[in-house]
């Protein structure tokens, strides 16, 4: 069993930065694909970015292509989501995510086999 554990969430303004981390319980997390999904009230979960293993690999959704940036620290068991430039469209609930079956990230929630709590990301205008 792994847990995750995200923090950095809060209350920016419009074109802000922040800078989530999640941190996993123990040291297999390295080996895990790690993917960040938010939900928005009233909206289903979405795929934000994702991550494989080594950290070579790297995926998006469209929306935050350019302003957000997926890392990995395995020594630290830790994954990283830089958020610039943020928007009133990001505010979510922001949630990390360990795939144990795969090296590559997935888009979808249900590849992922472990989940944070969430944290909550709220951008005014």
């Known amino acids: 069993q792994v847990q995750l554990v995200e923090s950095g969430g809060g209350l920016v303004q419009d074109g802000g930065s922040l800078r989530l981390s999640c941190a996993a319980s123990?040291?297999?997390?390295?080996?895990?694909?790690m993917g960040w999904f938010r939900q928005a009230p009233g909206k289903e979960r979405e795929f934000v970015a994702g991550?494989?293993?080594?950290?070579?690999?790297?995926d998006y959704t469209d929306s935050v292509k350019g302003r957000f940036t997926i890392s990995r620290d395995n020594a630290k068991n830790t994954v990283y989501l830089q958020m610039n430039d943020l928007k009133p469209e990001d505010t979510a609930v922001y949630y990390c995510?360990?795939?144990?079956?795969?090296?590559?990230?997935?888009?979808?929630?249900?590849?992922?086999?472990?989940w944070g709590q969430g944290t909550q990301v709220t951008v005014s205008s």
């Open positions: 995510a360990a795939d144990r079956h795969s090296a590559a990230s997935s888009r979808r929630a249900n590849d992922y086999d472990y």
């Open positions: 123990r040291r297999t997390g390295s080996m895990y694909a």
């Open positions: 991550i494989s293993w080594s950290g070579g690999t790297t």
